[in-house]
Every structure is written in C-alpha cells, then in structure tokens.
C-alpha cells in the first residue's frame, strides 16, 4: 500500500492509502479527489490525469511509453515532470509520494 498526497493546484491537500496494483489515477477518481477526471478510464487516451512529480520521485516511476509521451504532448500545461497518474501503479515503493495536479483540470 501507498500513501499518496494529491495536491489542487490552489494547495489543497489530499492525503489517501492507495493499494497496490491500482493507479493513482483510479483511487484518486473513486475518492472524488478534485483535479484528476480520468475520462477515458485509463486508457491513455484523454490526459485529464495528468500530474506533476516532484524531482526525487521521478526515478522510481516507470518509464514514460510511447502511448503516455504521446498523449501527454498534447497536454498545454506539460513539464518536464509531468505523469499520467493512470499510468503509476501503486506499491510499497511509492509510499509517502506527492503528487500536484495543473490548474486546468478542475
Ligand atoms: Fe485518460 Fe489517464 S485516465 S490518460
């Protein structure tokens, strides 16, 4: 299990234990966390996950694959540390992660 915290883009913060094997975008939908619409249910096909991962937790996500690095060039406010949260499974090592999401997806 992981305990994830979810920040708004106005600072709010959201704090939930995500159990293994699901997405970050998947528990942060089923607990109505503002900010992460996940439309197209985890497919990669919508970008409405999207977050930001700050520097020290990038090296232990998975690398980005071509679906992601496709649909997140079509994100307006990507950076360079930009994920789809559908695509971060949870587990033990990712406990105590923080994730922010852009303004753009209230
Ligand atoms: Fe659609 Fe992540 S939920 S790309």
Redesign the pocket.
């Given at each position: 299990m992981a305990k994830v915290t979810y920040i708004e883009d106005n600072g709010t913060e959201h704090t939930i234990d995500v159990p293994n094997g699901t997405t970050l975008?998947e528990a942060a939908v089923k607990q109505g966390i503002p900010g992460i619409?996940?439309?197209?249910?985890?497919?990669?096909?919508?970008?409405?996950?999207?977050v930001y991962v700050p520097e020290e937790w990038l090296g232990k996500l998975p690398e980005v694959e071509t679906m992601e690095e496709t649909?997140l060039d079509f994100c307006e406010r990507r950076e360079d540390n930009s994920r789809?949260?559908?695509?971060l499974v949870a587990s033990d090592e990712l406990d105590g992660i923080r994730v922010k999401m852009p303004e753009s997806q209230h």
């Open positions: 975008m619409d996940g439309d197209c249910g985890g497919a990669c096909a919508c970008a409405t996950c999207m649909m789809l949260s559908c695509q």
